[in-house]
């Protein structure tokens, strides 16, 4: 009779594991739980790359916009606009 691999034996053991850990009603509504958290997930990355997607777009439209905007220049002849300090108050000590 042949002796059994480590790899074998090591095999067997994971499967018998594997086959009591799926029959425990507590493992199996962890597994559950994770599954469904797994699947928010992915929705929520799906949501984030169609808003990265869509933001590009707007982003692309933004600067064809803005290249075709005339700069701004000043005006010849105008002063350039001036700030006026505030008066100090007069102050009502007795």
Known sequence: M???S???QLQTAG???LGKVAQNST???ALRG???LKDRGERIVHGLESIDTRLEAIEKRLAAL???APKSRPRSGSKPPTTRAAKPRASTKA
Do not use: Y
């Open 6 to 8: 480590v790899i074998s």
């Open 15 to 17: 499967e018998s594991a």
């Open 27 to 29: 493992t199996r509504s």
């Open 34 to 36: 994770a599954m469904q």
């Open 2 to 4: 042949p002796k059994k």
């Open 66 to 68: 803005e290249a075709k």
